[in-house]
């Protein structure tokens, strides 16, 4: 029930295309979902939050849309770019602050 | 948001040996977390620390090998101790956000190789 699903586990996409990455959660007692970006050798750099409140986030290119009865989240990444090549993780927090991650995406984008 | 540091960013140890993780940030937090992340994968809560009480483990980890210090509202330690090729992994420390309900951020983590 503390799990986060997440999918796919790789994603290769041409410049400027659409990225998707999606999340599913059990437990209904998270009621924070943010996102995070990692490239390799750096800690994980938050990207995009949303609260269960909300159906969808946008800031820049990226936006979150969020399913409540599904339990479900993705992350919508718009004229993806080359450097947007890293590894995405999702999240779930609950009222105690821990933060449970998704298995993360390997994003790769090419020129 | 809060500048984190760790040190070291990386070390290479022997079998048997500790070693201590610091983390530092450069504002005052109550809450901070210890993170691992084995090699190519995702990151799992070791335990919070909470300045002024003992740290709250999670599941499969345990104080005698991960015993935890928060000294102060900015600085926290975590040692790896008897250390098994099995420890290595980047142990990342994160601290709660400044705005009311927000999440975490992360330091640069500390890059940890058992030989």
Not at chain 2, 12 to 24: A, Y
Request: aromatic letters at 10%; hydrophobic letters at 35%.
């Amino acid at each position: 029930q503390q799990q986060v699903k997440q999918s796919p586990q790789s994603l290769i996409v041409q410049k400027g295309g659409i990225s998707i990455i999606n999340c599913a959660y059990e437990n209904t007692a998270f009621d924070y979902f943010p996102w995070y970006q990692q490239f390799p050798g750096k800690g994980p750099a938050l990207l995009i939050a949303i609260r269960p409140d909300v159906s969808e986030k946008k800031e820049g290119r990226f936006t979150i849309s969020f399913n409540k009865s599904a339990k479900q989240f993705s992350l919508h990444i718009m004229d993806s770019q080359p450097g947007d090549s890293a590894t995405y993780f999702c999240a779930a927090e609950d009222s105690s602050y821990k933060l449970i991650f998704g298995s993360g995406t390997r994003l790769l984008v090419r020129p | 948001s809060a500048v984190i540091s760790q040190k070291p960013s990386r070390d290479i140890c022997q079998r048997g040996t500790s070693l201590t993780i610091q983390c530092q940030v450069d504002s005052q937090v109550t809450m901070m977390f210890w993170y691992r992340q084995q090699p190519g994968q995702s990151l799992t809560l070791i335990a919070t620390a909470n300045q002024g009480s003992e740290a709250t483990y999670e599941s499969g980890f345990v104080i005698d090998k991960f015993p935890i210090s928060r000294p102060n509202l900015t600085f926290s330690t975590l040692t790896v101790s008897n250390m098994s090729p099995e420890d290595s992994s980047i142990y990342l420390c994160s601290v709660e956000g400044e705005q009311a309900q927000e999440t975490q951020y992360f330091g640069p983590g500390t890059r940890l190789l058992v030989l």
